[in-house]
């Protein structure tokens, strides 16, 4: 996965192949490692930066956990995106396989559609049919944030409507999770971005 995807939004939340939902914190909030330490989350220094990882358990329990701690951070900004497979649940039993899936590869994203909804909401969202019939592109010319909007968007759309939609950030386990990014030298500061895309709270 591309580095600054991972870095883009204040928070983000997502989910390696094996399991564990982490979060990324991209600027300091007050009392976060308090909300995500009491929700379960256990801290963990990498390669430059602090993880909060919660080790892989039921879908309820993660949702549940990954809940509390999104709602105490939201109360702190608006620019979190949480794109993470593991805290999806519901009463119902899960889907063998998915409406829809998302794969980010190398800094660009594919999806995958199973259902006739699933494909009319990516062309909604400006997704095209690629050339090999079996899978859509993202809009061209996005930069990254862009792109993260529009994968964004377009899952929680899908959620919305009920469709199962996991997203895959092509990081098999914790310890690749790409390193934090270089900070440059203390400079004026630059007027603030607007809130990524993010799907509601559950």
């Given at each position: 996965m591309s580095l600054s995807l991972l870095d883009i939004p204040d928070v983000f939340i997502g989910s390696t192949d094996d399991g564990h939902t982490f979060v990324v914190l991209n600027r300091h909030i007050r009392d976060a490692d308090r909300l995500l330490t009491d929700a379960g989350f256990l801290a963990r220094e990498h390669l430059g930066r602090?993880?909060?990882?919660?080790?892989?358990?039921?879908?309820?329990?993660?949702?549940?956990?990954?809940?509390?701690?999104?709602?105490?951070?939201l109360a702190h900004t608006l620019d979190l995106?949480?794109?993470?497979?593991?805290?999806?649940?519901?009463?119902?039993?899960?889907?063998?396989?998915?409406?829809?899936?998302?794969?980010f590869t190398d800094g660009t994203v594919t999806a995958t559609a199973q259902?006739?909804?699933?494909?009319?909401?990516?062309?909604?969202?400006?997704?095209?049919?690629?050339?090999?019939?079996?899978?859509?592109?993202?809009?061209?010319g996005l930069e990254q944030?862009?792109?993260?909007?529009?994968?964004?968007?377009?899952?929680?759309h899908a959620y919305a409507h009920g469709l199962t939609v996991p997203v895959s950030l092509a990081i098999p386990?914790?310890?690749?999770?790409?390193?934090?990014?270089?900070?440059a030298s203390p400079a004026a500061p630059s007027?603030?971005?607007?809130?990524?895309?993010?799907?509601?709270?559950r």
């Open positions: 602090t993880l909060y990882l919660l080790p892989p358990g039921t879908s309820q329990d993660a949702h549940e956990r990954a809940g509390v701690a999104m709602y105490g951070l995106v949480d794109l993470s497979w593991t805290t999806r649940w519901g009463p119902g039993t899960p889907e063998a396989t998915p409406d829809l899936r998302f794969q259902t006739t909804a699933a494909r009319s909401l990516l062309e909604q969202h400006g997704f095209a049919r690629a050339a090999d019939g079996s899978s859509y592109q993202p809009p061209p944030r862009g792109l993260l909007g529009a994968v964004t968007a377009a899952e929680t386990t914790p310890m690749d999770i790409p390193a934090a990014p270089r900070r007027p603030p971005s607007g809130p990524a895309t993010r799907r509601r709270p």
